[in-house]
């Protein structure tokens, strides 16, 4: 079992910067593959971050590249999400997610732990 916190969200401006935080409980959190999505009002949850189990490998939402960074910190059971170059279409509800994978993956159902969200506001 893995629970995952967020935390970091907030009311920015346009071209600022953010940084989100989700934390993990349990012992097994190194072998987890770990992952950003987010959800804009009336929109589908979408891909942002993937990173594996040992951030050798990180991939990323194709409205994201170049401008998100995601990193892991094992030894204290954290995932950072550092944004960029923020923009408006930005605006989501940003959710952590743990996979029991060894592999990068970008699609929901093969996340079995979620966090609660953290809001991500934008203005322009």
């Known amino acids: 079992q893995v629970q995952l916190v967020e935390s970091g969200g907030g009311l920015v401006q346009a071209g600022d910067s953010l940084r989100l935080s989700c934390t993990a409980s349990?012992?097994?959190?190194?072998?987890?593959?770990m992952a950003w999505f987010r959800q804009a009002p009336g929109k589908e949850r979408e891909f942002v971050a993937v990173?594996?189990?040992?951030?050798?490998?990180?991939s990323y939402g194709d409205s994201v590249k170049g401008r998100f960074t995601i990193v892991r910190d094992n030894s204290a059971n954290r995932v950072l999400l550092q944004m960029n170059s923020l923009k408006p279409e930005d605006t989501a509800v940003y959710y952590c997610?743990?996979?029991?994978?060894?592999?990068?993956?970008?699609?929901?159902?093969?996340?079995?732990?979620w966090g609660q969200g953290t809001q991500v506001t934008v203005s322009s």
């Open positions: 349990g012992r097994t959190f190194t072998t987890y593959t």
């Open positions: 997610a743990a996979a029991a994978l060894r592999v990068p993956a970008s699609a929901e159902f093969q996340y079995a732990y």
């Open positions: 990173i594996t189990w040992n951030g050798g490998r990180t």
